[in-house]
């Protein structure tokens, strides 16, 4: 498969939780903002809970649109991986850049 086919995919199934995924990282860099690093353990596993509630209420809600990806030679753990790996890399790069700022 194309490189930017999949990506493209990756990106629309993406774009179902991006607003969000937005929210969370928003409210976590505004609290590492306030609270420096001493509150990174707390937000760290907030995101880390917030992703595995993403993926249970969306595992659940698009069961069906597996089966779209799938037929276009994507498999659930990759589209589960990829995005959840570039949100946290997202995240963290957030974090890196605040800190940097601060």
Same mark, same amino acid.
């Given at each position: 498969?194309? =490189? *930017?086919?999949?990506?493209? &995919?990756?990106?629309?199934?993406?774009?179902? #939780?991006?607003? =969000?995924?937005?929210?969370?990282? $928003?409210?976590?860099?505004?609290?590492?903002?306030?609270?420096?690093?001493?509150?990174?353990? /707390?937000?760290?596993?907030?995101? *880390? =809970?917030? $992703?595995?509630?993403? !993926?249970? @209420? &969306?595992?659940?809600?698009?069961?069906?649109?597996?089966?779209?990806?799938?037929?276009?030679?994507?498999?659930?753990?990759?589209?589960?991986?990829?995005?959840?790996? @570039?949100?946290? /890399?997202? !995240? $963290?790069?957030?974090? #890196?850049?605040? !800190?940097? #700022?601060?």
């Amino acid at each position: 498969m194309l =490189a *930017i086919k999949k990506i493209r &995919l990756l990106a629309t199934f993406y774009k179902s #939780f991006l607003i =969000a995924s937005l929210i969370i990282n $928003l409210c976590c860099i505004s609290l590492f903002w306030l609270n420096g690093m001493g509150i990174f353990n /707390v937000i760290f596993w907030f995101k *880390i =809970a917030s $992703l595995g509630l993403t !993926y249970y @209420f &969306l595992n659940s809600y698009k069961n069906k649109e597996y089966y779209y990806y799938y037929n276009l030679g994507i498999s659930k753990l990759q589209l589960w991986a990829s995005t959840l790996i @570039f949100d946290l /890399v997202c !995240y $963290l790069t957030l974090i #890196f850049l605040t !800190y940097q #700022f601060k």
